[in-house]
C-alpha cells in the first residue's frame, strides 16, 4: 500500500479550486506532498533499493522529541509473514521519496542490508544512545541531526 491509498484525509488530491484558476500545475503537484506528508500515510509505505529490489516497508516512524525532527524510519526486512522478520532503523536522510513510483529508496544492496545494524521486533535498541546512533549512521553514510537538543 502507497501513501496516496492510505490518504483517509483527502490530504494527496488534486484540489480542483486550484486547478480550474490554474491549468499549469502538474497532475503530481496534489495537496501539500511530497514537500509535506502526513506519518500515518507512509507506514507501509514499500521501500526499495536503486535497482528496484524490493527491501521491505516501513513500520514505523521515530521521531526525535527534544528537536522535532524525524529520526528514522523502521525497516522491516526478510522473514515470511511476519515470521523471522528483522527490522532496521534507517536514518531518515537515508530513504529518498520516490513520487512517481509512490515508494522509498535505499541505496542499499539485499546483501548489504542483511549485514545492517538491525533488531528484533521483541528487543528494540535503545535509539537515544550516541554510541548506537554513531553506528547506524556511520553505516548508512549520513550524519545525525546536530540541532539543539532541548528537554
Do not use: C
Not at 501539500?32 to 524490493?54: I, K
Not at 522529541?65 to 522478520?85: K, P
Not at 532503523?89 to 542499499?108: G, I, M, R, S, Y
Not at 549520513?142 to 539543539?148: A, L
Amino acid at each position: 500500500m502507497n501513501y496516496e491509498e492510505r490518504d483517509s484525509f483527502g490530504i494527496y488530491a488534486t484540489n480542483p479550486t486550484i486547478a480550474a484558476v490554474d491549468d499549469t500545475v502538474p497532475e503530481r503537484n496534489r495537496g501539500p506532498g511530497p514537500y509535506l506528508m502526513g506519518a500515518d500515510t507512509l507506514l507501509g509505505n514499500d521501500v526499495v533499493n536503486t535497482s528496484n529490489e524490493n527491501l521491505g516497508d516501513i513500520k514505523e516512524i521515530m521521531l526525535d522529541m527534544r528537536t522535532g525532527h524525524v529520526s528514522y524510519a523502521v525497516l522491516s526486512f526478510g522473514g515470511f509473514l511476519g515470521m523471522g522478520e528483522k527490522l532496521f532503523a534507517v536514518p531518515w536522510d537515508a530513504l529518498k521519496l520516490d513520487t512517481v513510483n509512490k515508494n522509498f529508496v535505499l541505496d542499499a544492496s539485499k546483501d548489504r542490508l542483511e549485514n545492517a545494524p538491525g533488531f528484533d521486533k521483541n528487543d528494540w535498541p535503545d535509539m537515544a544512545d550516541t554510541t548506537w546512533e554513531k553506528g547506524v549512521h556511520e553505516f548508512y553514510g549520513t550524519q545525525p541531526y546536530v540541532g539543539q537538543r532541548g528537554n
